[in-house]
């Protein structure tokens, strides 16, 4: 099994930053990609970044410029560094990792963490 562990939300001001970190544990053989996705209320679950195992990332639109994706292969652990936050990234994020077990490639989603933005 693996256990995804996330850490870094909370209540900040716009204009204000936010550090997202999600520790991955347990049995595989090793962790492909590594992304964030947020939900807000009454609207789907959407992508905000990800980032392969060779360090490629692709981001939301919405959110180029401003958040950086980044990986610590030897801890297991993806980061979301939010700068210049804003309302709209209001949202519950969660995290979602792809490993390899055995030559099959399964997905998991952390519990999520809530980023409010707001004055």
């Known amino acids: 099994q693996l256990q995804l562990v996330e850490s870094g939300g909370g209540l900040v001001q716009p204009g204000g930053s936010l550090r997202l970190s999600c520790a991955a544990s347990?049995?595989?053989?090793?962790?492909?990609?590594m992304a964030w996705y947020r939900q807000a209320p009454g609207k789907q679950r959407e992508l905000v970044a990800g980032?392969?195992?060779?360090?490629?990332?692709n981001y939301a639109d919405s959110v180029k410029g401003r958040f950086t994706i980044s990986r610590d292969n030897g801890k297991n652990t993806v980061y979301l560094q939010m700068n210049s936050l804003k309302p709209e990234d209001t949202a519950v994020y969660y995290c979602?990792?792809?490993?390899?077990?055995?030559?099959?490639?399964?997905?998991?989603w952390g519990q999520g963490t809530q980023v409010t933005v707001s004055s």
């Open positions: 979602y990792v792809k490993i390899r077990r055995a030559f099959v490639l399964y997905d998991y």
């Open positions: 347990g049995s595989f053989a090793s962790i492909n990609t």
């Open positions: 980032i392969t195992s060779d360090g490629s990332t």
